[in-house]
């Protein structure tokens, strides 16, 4: 299966500043999905990242707060913007292991603390 | 819309301890069913998954049957490890989504020697 790297894996991060999470791929894949994590909390996709188009965000999460670039089929990157302590999450980033079965392979995560 | 409800930790073991850990689910359709495995510093690995109902998923001792009338997804180990000790998470993907996982709240094993 794919091998997933992110970076960072940890910082704190003023409020209201910005920080872009990278997260790249050892193989090429055509969508790449992010999840958040918060606190105590279990696992939300926030969006969809294809390569050549943009990214599909899911209910509650928008392009404004949460830009993602995608410019090659091994790497992505998404920026959370205009931070407040609700952002402390653990942000993953994920790939599809097996076409078409629903089988994903995870980052180990960027867990940002918003002070 | 779907959902995973999973059972409350932590769960403290001592090794070669039975392991259960609850999950039932809701879903229209015919979700497929996942129980990924978080070990301390790692990211989420793929431990098992069934695709249809009756389905035994199964992987290093671990085994989990998708009961469809049940709606549930239990993860039951025979004897556990202290190397078992991790966060697992049940999950489903449903019919109609593509990389879009429900996953339950998670549950931390500790097993103790």
């Known amino acids: 299966s794919a091998v997933i790297s992110q970076k960072p894996s940890r910082d704190i991060c003023q409020r209201g500043t910005s920080l872009t999470i990278q997260c790249q791929v050892d193989?090429?894949?055509?969508?790449m999905f992010w999840y958040r994590q918060q606190p105590g909390q279990s696992l939300t996709l926030i969006a969809t990242?294809?390569?050549?188009?943009?990214?599909?965000?899911e209910s509650g999460f928008v392009i404004d707060k949460f830009p993602i670039s995608r410019p090659n089929l091994t790497f992505s990157t998404l920026t959370v913007s205009n931070m407040s302590p609700e952002d402390s999450s653990i942000y993953l980033c994920?790939?599809?292991?097996?076409?078409?079965?629903?089988?994903?392979?995870f980052g180990a995560g960027s867990r940002l603390t918003v002070l | 819309g779907d959902s995973v409800t999973q059972m409350e930790g932590p769960v403290t073991l001592s090794e070669e301890a039975f392991l259960t850990i609850n999950c039932t689910y809701t879903?229209?359709?015919?979700?497929?069913l996942f129980w990924y495995v978080q070990y301390p510093g790692e990211g989420l690995q793929l431990l098992l998954k069934?695709?249809?109902?009756?389905d035994k998923g199964s992987n290093k001792g671990f085994e989990a049957t998708y009961r469809k009338e049940t709606t549930s997804f239990h993860l039951e180990k025979g004897s556990v490890q202290v190397s078992d000790s991790a966060v697992y998470f049940c999950?489903?993907?449903?019919?109609?989504?593509?990389?879009?996982?429900?996953f339950g709240q998670g549950t931390i094993l500790t097993v103790h020697p």
């Open positions: 994920s790939v599809e292991q097996d076409s078409g079965a629903n089988v994903l392979t």
């Open positions: 193989s090429q894949v055509t969508m």
């Open positions: 990242a294809n390569q050549g188009s943009e990214a599909t965000y």
């Open positions: 879903a229209t359709g015919y979700p497929s």
């Open positions: 069934a695709t249809k109902a009756d």
């Open positions: 999950a489903l993907a449903g019919g109609t989504s593509y990389g879009k996982l429900t």
